[in-house]
């Protein structure tokens, strides 16, 4: 027999009887292909109990934005900018720039918050390189988060100030060509 726990009594509160250190990860490839992996983990994560937050900032096409979630079981909600493409060039039109800055002020303002113990970051560096989202911005963010919330950055050119920062670096290479 399988019994469900209810998700109000999942994570209720997040204080614990000690002090948990949260982990600034990067994940990053040429190829830009290790977002299967980053995934298995947030999803794994979720399916322990754990709140869990992706937000891809440059992925678009579906309306979503921070307003409507996708919510992934109980404890995982998944965020795309609320834009009708996906972003690939830094020209974007005020529309755009506009739904990009609210996904970003919305991001941070959630993690200030302590809702999530993980939140991932997709392609967060690429929203830097285009100069989309100040790096100083990225870098006070990751700094003043609560203490408690894991980061995971994804993205293929992560700036040197943020690897400097990180706990853990991924990177995902090719070890021979075809």
């Not at 009708?84 to 941070?108: F, G, N």
Request: aromatic letters at 6%.
């Amino acid at each position: 027999m399988v019994a469900q726990i209810e998700p109000s009594s999942i994570n209720s509160s997040l204080s614990l009887p000690y002090s948990v250190q949260g982990l600034v990860q990067v994940f990053t490839s040429s190829q830009r292909n290790f977002f299967t992996a980053v995934m298995a983990q947030a999803l794994r994560i979720a399916g322990q109990g754990t709140p869990v937050l992706i937000v891809q900032f440059l992925k678009g096409g579906i309306r979503q934005g921070a307003d409507r979630p996708i919510q992934m079981g109980q404890n995982l909600d998944w965020l795309r900018c609320d834009l009708l493409r996906c972003i690939d060039t830094p020209q974007l039109d005020d529309t755009e720039t506009e739904a990009l800055q609210q996904l970003w002020q919305y991001t941070q303002t959630v993690v200030s918050e302590g809702k999530y113990s993980l939140v991932v970051l997709d392609e967060l560096s690429l929203a830097i390189k285009f100069g989309l989202i100040p790096e100083a911005e990225v870098l006070e963010f990751l700094t003043k988060r609560p203490p408690h919330v894991d980061l995971i950055l994804t993205g293929t050119e992560i700036p040197t100030s943020i690897l400097d920062v990180a706990d853990q670096i991924t990177e995902i290479r090719r070890s021979h060509q075809p």
